[in-house]
C-alpha cells in the first residue's frame, strides 16, 4: 500500500524494530526519523524498556514527545521526568510471580525506578544491562516491591515454556493484567491498561492527533495491539507470519535497514504525495 494518506505520528516499538539486533541505531534509521520532522510528522517510541533505558535514544532522534516505557506502564517527558505511572495490584502481581515460578522461568520485577532480579549472573541479564545501560539491583525476595511492580518479566531460553506461561497467564490473569511476549524469550506482566494498544490510544489524545492519522511500527505480538488502534500499520521483516498478517504493510528486517526503509516508502513517499496533489 503505497497511495498517500495523512499521517501525522509514527509510533515504533524500539527492539526488533528502531534499532538492530546488536542495539545498535543505524545512521540510516536516524536520518529517516529527523526527515519525519522535518516532514512535519511526530514521532514517539514505545517499548517494554524502562524509560530510561531509552535514555540513549532521545537527542540522536530529538525526540519532544513522551516516552511510554513498560509497554504503557509508565509515561515519561524526554527528560525522564514521570508523567504518570500504572502500577499492578499487588495480589496480581503475586499471582504472576508464583505464575512464572511455576513455569520454571526467570523472574525479574520492575519497581519504580529499581530493576530487580534473584541471581544477577542468570540468563539476558547481563545483555539486558548492556541494552538499557544501568544494572539491576539483586534480591533474595521481591517483598515490597511486588505492592509496586510496574512490570514483571518471566525470562527464559526455553522459548515454548515461555509461550506456554503467555497463554496460562493470559487466561489465569484475565482482564486484571496485560500478559505479552516482547521477545520471544521475555514475558512482560503488566498493568491491564499497560499495553501498546493503550500506548497509542494515550498519544491520540495527549498529542490531539487522530488514531487514523498514526502510522505504527513493530515486530513482536504484543505490538498487535498498537496496530489495531493505529490508521496505517507496517510489520518488521523479521515479523512472525501472524504478526505480519495483522499490519496494513511489511518491510525488510531490522537488520536490513527495515525501519528507515519503512519510513522512506511508506510515510515520506506519501506525505511528498500529498504536498505535490495541493
Not at 514521570?82 to 508464583?98: F, G, S, T, Y
Not at 498487535?224 to 518491510?251: C, D, H, P, W, Y
Request: include cysteine; glycine fraction near 6%; charge should be negative.
Amino acid at each position: 500500500m503505497d497511495g498517500p494518506r495523512k499521517i501525522s505520528l509514527l509510533l515504533a516499538d524500539v527492539d526488533g524494530t528502531l534499532v538492530t539486533h546488536e542495539k545498535i541505531l543505524t545512521e540510516r534509521a536516524r536520518n529517516a526519523v529527523h526527515s519525519l520532522h522535518r516532514a512535519e510528522i511526530r514521532f514517539a517510541i514505545t517499548s517494554g524498556r524502562p524509560p530510561k533505558g531509552m535514555a540513549m535514544l532521545i537527542q540522536p532522534l530529538a525526540l519532544n514527545t513522551p516516552i511510554a516505557g513498560f509497554n504503557g506502564g509508565l509515561f515519561a517527558h524526554p527528560d525522564l521526568t514521570i508523567i504518570e505511572e500504572r502500577e499492578l495490584a499487588p495480589d496480581v502481581a503475586k499471582q504472576a510471580l508464583d505464575l512464572i515460578l511455576k513455569h520454571e522461568l526467570d523472574v525479574w520485577v520492575y519497581s519504580g525506578n529499581d530493576w530487580l532480579v534473584r541471581d544477577p549472573a542468570a540468563p539476558h541479564v547481563d545483555r539486558e544491562a548492556w541494552t538499557v545501560k544501568f544494572r539491576p539491583k539483586a534480591v533474595q525476595d521481591f517483598g515490597k516491591a511486588l505492592e509496586k511492580a510496574i512490570k514483571i518479566v518471566g525470562v527464559s531460553d526455553d522459548l515454548e515454556k515461555v509461550k506456554r506461561c503467555e497463554s496460562d497467564a493470559q487466561a489465569a490473569l484475565g482482564h486484571h493484567a496485560t500478559a505479552a511476549r516482547s521477545q520471544p524469550y521475555y514475558l512482560d506482566v503488566t498493568h491491564p491498561d499497560a499495553n501498546k494498544g493503550f500506548v497509542a490510544e494515550y498519544m491520540s489524545r495527549l498529542l490531539e492527533i487522530p488514531e487514523e492519522e498514526i502510522a505504527t511500527i513493530g515486530d513482536m505480538p504484543n505490538d498487535v495491539l498498537m496496530f489495531q488502534r493505529s490508521g496505517f500499520s507496517i510489520a518488521m521483516g523479521n515479523a512472525s507470519g501472524e504478526v505480519k498478517r495483522r499490519a496494513s504493510a511489511v518491510t525488510d528486517s531490522n537488520e536490513d535497514e527495515g525501519f528507515a526503509k519503512a519510513v522512506e516508502r511508506f510515510l515520506l513517499g506519501a506525505a511528498a504525495q500529498q504536498e505535490a496533489a495541493k
